[in-house]
């Protein structure tokens, strides 16, 4: 079945970027049935959507993090990317990656998620 | 793009119904049937329990179910398990912003 994980350093510095990567396994990034999301949650507190792209590439932010974020596909390693810019100890959080359905405005599969600590 | 309103916790008892209700606007819940809920048990990641305001996946019990009047959605969790001890969470569709949560809701089986 279709498996997400998500991966990247645990630790980053303030200022500096954020980079993650979603791998998807058992199933195709390529899919014209799918988009694929980067949800956040700070240790404690509840979800926050990020943003998310399609198979063509076209992307929707959420305005709040718009100007720092950064999602790509890449069809031949299988993967989505996040890149979140000139962070602050307020982007620490476990970073999730899923795949909605693009009949709907939903995620139907989560990865796992994957802790990342902003502090120098 | 404000969250969607929760309340921060709800009990009841094994075998009570509960409900769990998520207040938007009209740019959001009270436009679109595009309302999702999502269960979070403690350290894990979240799962899809409803979809499109009334709709299970494949493999969630019918003991959950959702509903929509005006600009708040709600969860229904009938015949409560300890099991069901978790937070959950409502999402809506917001047009051009297009994606909000709720706060979250912890649910207590006592």
């Known amino acids: 079945q279709v498996q997400l994980e998500e991966s990247g350093p645990g630790l980053v510095k303030p200022s500096e970027t954020l980079s993650l990567t979603c791998t998807v396994s058992?199933?195709?990034?390529?899919?014209?049935?799918?988009?694929w999301s980067w949800i956040r949650q700070p240790p404690g507190k509840g979800l926050e959507w990020i943003g998310y792209i399609y198979y063509s590439g076209s992307t929707n932010y959420n305005p709040s993090l718009k100007s720092r974020v950064t999602i790509s596909v890449d069809t031949s390693k299988n993967q989505i990317s996040l890149k979140l810019s000139s962070v602050t100890a307020a982007d620490t959080a476990v970073y999730y990656c899923a795949r909605g359905s693009v009949d709907g405005d939903y995620d139907d599969l989560w990865g796992q998620g994957t802790l990342v600590t902003v502090s120098s | 793009q404000s969250a969607l309103t929760q309340f921060a916790s709800v009990s009841g008892s094994p075998g009570q119904s509960i409900t769990i209700s998520c207040t938007g606007t009209?740019?959001?819940?009270?436009?679109?049937?595009?309302v999702s809920w999502y269960q979070q048990h403690p350290g894990k990641a979240p799962k899809l329990m409803i979809y499109e305001v009334n709709k299970r996946p494949s493999g969630v019990s019918n003991r959950f179910s959702g509903s929509k009047s005006g600009n708040t959605a709600s969860l229904t969790i009938s015949g409560l398990q300890a099991e069901d001890e978790a937070d959950y969470y409502c999402?809506?569709?917001?047009?051009?912003?297009?994606?909000?949560f709720g706060g979250g809701t912890k649910l207590t089986v006592l």
């Open positions: 058992g199933g195709s990034v390529s899919s014209g049935s799918y988009y």
């Open positions: 999402c809506s569709y917001a047009g051009s912003s297009p994606r909000v």
């Open positions: 009209s740019s959001d819940v009270g436009t679109y049937n595009l």
